[in-house]
């Protein structure tokens, strides 16, 4: 299995930046199409942003469509969302996600589609 850990999170203002890193380990990276998911309090789990296992295909909610972006680096094992011109909105904890797949096209919007989560990095955003 592949085990995952995020950081970056923190307390910034509206309107700033942050970058999130997701660092995996334990199975081949680049074997697996990954997401970024993320749940405010009292509200469900939301999907934020997807990328296919070789970075080729990503896909966004339409909440964060033009102000995040998503990427990863196989070398390193992590996969990264920049977000830029944060909202109070976008508070909440994020989690990335793991699936195991063959297809090089392979990009997840669902959550229950996912293996492995990590366990979570607050971002909080003031207005």
């Known amino acids: 299995q592949v085990q995952l850990v995020e950081s970056g999170g923190g307390l910034v203002q509206a309107g700033d930046s942050l970058r999130l890193s997701c660092a995996a380990s334990g199975r081949t990276f680049s074997n697996y199409a990954m997401g970024w998911f993320r749940q405010a309090p009292g509200k469900e789990r939301e999907f934020v942003a997807a990328?296919?296992?070789?970075?080729?295909?990503?896909d966004y909610a339409d909440s964060v469509k033009g102000r995040f972006t998503i990427s990863r680096d196989n070398a390193k094992n992590t996969m990264y969302l920049q977000m830029n011109s944060l909202k109070p909105e976008d508070t909440a904890v994020y989690y990335c996600?793991?699936?195991?797949?063959?297809?090089?096209?392979?990009?997840?919007?669902?959550?229950?589609?996912?293996?492995?989560w990590g366990q979570g990095t607050q971002v909080t955003v003031s207005s």
């Open positions: 996600a793991a699936h195991a797949t063959y297809w090089s096209s392979t990009v997840i919007a669902r959550g229950r589609e996912y293996d492995y």
């Open positions: 990328i296919s296992k070789g970075g080729g295909g990503t």
